[in-house]
């Protein structure tokens, strides 16, 4: 018999979205009369661009014929791809080597493969609330976590401890869940606490492309010194509408260099290019030229209407939140909004309540971490005419 990796047995069930489904398919069913409408939603919903599409259609036509057929790409990706990506971060006035850009299937998979790059036991900073695959992710290889706490007394932008020493720093911003936004101030405190500490900060910006204010930071690479402490993790699902073509990147810059306890040099840039060449053959051929187009000029105003669609919506959720006096986070450069249960509701009353009164789903903090337990999570991700008659609903609900 095999010893099985009993890590697994540390997780702790997430059951937060089949409890959702669990009680919403039961208020549908004893109320066929009352139709919902759905704010938990944490997937996009518009289509692909035109653009993407007809990229992806030229790409299959180059498959179907042997003189522009593909097999098997580098398994970093496509050089014409890494320089649009690079070339996407320039415009947004960041300097990143397409050298140390890795393209792949998508953000989460490289911030669950990332623990491959560390030993077991370093400290390793987690912000509560969060989103769950980090936790799970250095739960499943043994990992302790330590919990740093994400509230509203830091208006959950949580700032380092400078007397506490820790090895890796999980950022996400702006925050799934929470929609917060550091700024490059904040993110500074960071990086500098990183190099003091010789730290490496995880930096998920997946949702980079929400952020509309050119003083926010939208790579941690806006920030100086960050190339020697910061691996960076984006996507394509939030930006142009990927969740289900599948692409993203990691910039691992070469800068990001330890000794081993040998006294040899590691090159994380190295070891993860080692990585990705082992368990790893490449994202699609296909997937990169849409990709390629995405960040292209063009590509980019195309998508960028389609974020500006889910802006909308959030502004909307975030003006009547303001207006009805209810404490609230994010909404501006997010999808997310994340308010606190008014009346003194804890998350899963507040869900039961919004889902009796006024229809409405939406997502409990509680499922995001502890911190969450007074919180609710909506989403921009619907349409705007369900988002209206939400918000009005929510003001005849909540008004004094
Ligand atoms: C949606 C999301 C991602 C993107 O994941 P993909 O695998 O690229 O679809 C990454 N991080 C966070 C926090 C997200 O919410």
């Known amino acids: 018999m095999p010893k099985l990796n009993e890590n697994y047995l540390k997780l702790e069930n997430n059951y937060l979205f089949a409890e959702i489904a669990h009680r919403t398919a039961a208020y549908s069913e004893a109320h066929p009369d009352k139709p919902l409408i759905r704010l938990g939603i944490?997937?996009?919903?518009?289509?692909?661009?035109?653009?993407?599409?007809?990229?992806?259609?030229?790409?299959?036509?180059?498959?179907?014929?042997?003189?522009?057929?593909?097999?098997?790409?580098?398994?970093?990706?496509?050089?014409?791809t890494r320089k649009a990506i690079a070339g996407y971060y320039e415009r947004n006035g960041v300097s990143v080597d397409a050298d140390d850009i890795f393209i792949s299937d998508g953000a989460k998979s490289d911030t669950g493969n990332i623990t491959d790059m560390f030993g077991h036991d370093n400290v390793i900073l987690i912000p509560d609330p969060v989103y769950p695959v980090y936790v799970d992710s250095n739960t499943m290889c043994g990992n302790q976590i330590t919990y740093i706490s994400a509230n509203a007394e830091n208006d959950f932008l949580p700032l380092p401890n400078h007397d506490q020493h820790v090895d890796l720093i999980y950022i996400c911003s702006?925050?799934?869940?929470?929609?917060?936004?550091?700024?490059?101030?904040?993110?500074?405190?960071?990086?500098?606490?990183?190099?003091?500490?010789e730290a490496v900060i995880l930096f998920d910006s997946?949702?980079?492309?929400?952020?509309?204010?050119?003083?926010?930071?939208?790579?941690?690479?806006?920030?100086?010194?960050?190339?020697?402490?910061a691996i960076e993790f984006c996507s394509l699902s939030k930006t142009a509408g990927f969740t289900g073509t599948r692409?993203?990147?990691?910039?691992?810059?070469?800068?990001?260099?330890?000794?081993?306890?040998?006294?040899?040099?590691?090159?994380?840039?190295?070891?993860?290019?080692?990585?990705?060449?082992?368990?790893?053959?490449?994202?699609?051929?296909?997937?990169?030229?849409?990709?390629?187009?995405?960040?292209?000029?063009?590509?980019?105003?195309?998508?960028?209407?389609?974020?500006?669609?889910?802006?909308?919506?959030?502004?909307?959720?975030?003006?009547?939140?303001?207006?009805?006096?209810?404490?609230?986070?994010?909404?501006?450069?997010?999808?997310?909004?994340?308010?606190?249960?008014?009346?003194?509701?804890?998350?899963?009353?507040?869900?039961?309540?919004?889902?009796?009164?006024?229809?409405?789903?939406?997502?409990?903090?509680?499922?995001?971490?502890?911190?969450?337990?007074?919180?609710?999570?909506?989403?921009?991700?619907?349409?705007?005419e369900n988002t209206v008659e939400a918000m009005k609903r929510f003001k005849s609900l909540f008004a004094k």
Request: glycine share 8%; charged share 25%; with cysteine.
């Open 42 to 80: 944490g997937d996009v919903t518009k289509p692909l661009s035109d653009i993407v599409v007809k990229a992806l259609h030229d790409a299959v036509d180059d498959m179907a014929s042997a003189e522009s057929f593909h097999g098997y790409g580098p398994e970093q990706g496509y050089e014409a």
């Open 247 to 384: 692409c993203g990147y990691t910039v691992v810059p070469k800068e990001l260099v330890f000794k081993a306890s040998t006294g040899e040099e590691m090159s994380i840039h190295n070891m993860w290019n080692r990585r990705q060449s082992t368990k790893y053959n490449g994202t699609a051929y296909i997937i990169q030229k849409a990709a390629e187009v995405v960040f292209s000029e063009e590509g980019i105003n195309e998508c960028n209407q389609n974020i500006e669609y889910y802006k909308k919506n959030a502004k909307l959720i975030a003006d009547t939140m303001t207006e009805l006096g209810i404490r609230f986070y994010g909404g501006h450069h997010s999808p997310y909004i994340w308010f606190e249960c008014p009346n003194g509701m804890d998350a899963w009353e507040c869900f039961d309540y919004l889902l009796n009164e006024i229809q409405v789903v939406g997502t409990p903090g509680a499922g995001f971490g502890e911190n969450g337990k007074n919180f609710f999570r909506l989403t921009s991700f619907g349409n705007y």
């Open 174 to 197: 702006p925050n799934n869940p929470t929609g917060a936004c550091y700024n490059k101030e904040q993110l500074k405190e960071w990086v500098d606490y990183a190099l003091e500490n």
């Open 206 to 229: 997946a949702y980079e492309a929400f952020i509309s204010d050119p003083e926010l930071p939208r790579s941690i690479y806006a920030i100086e010194g960050a190339k020697k402490c």
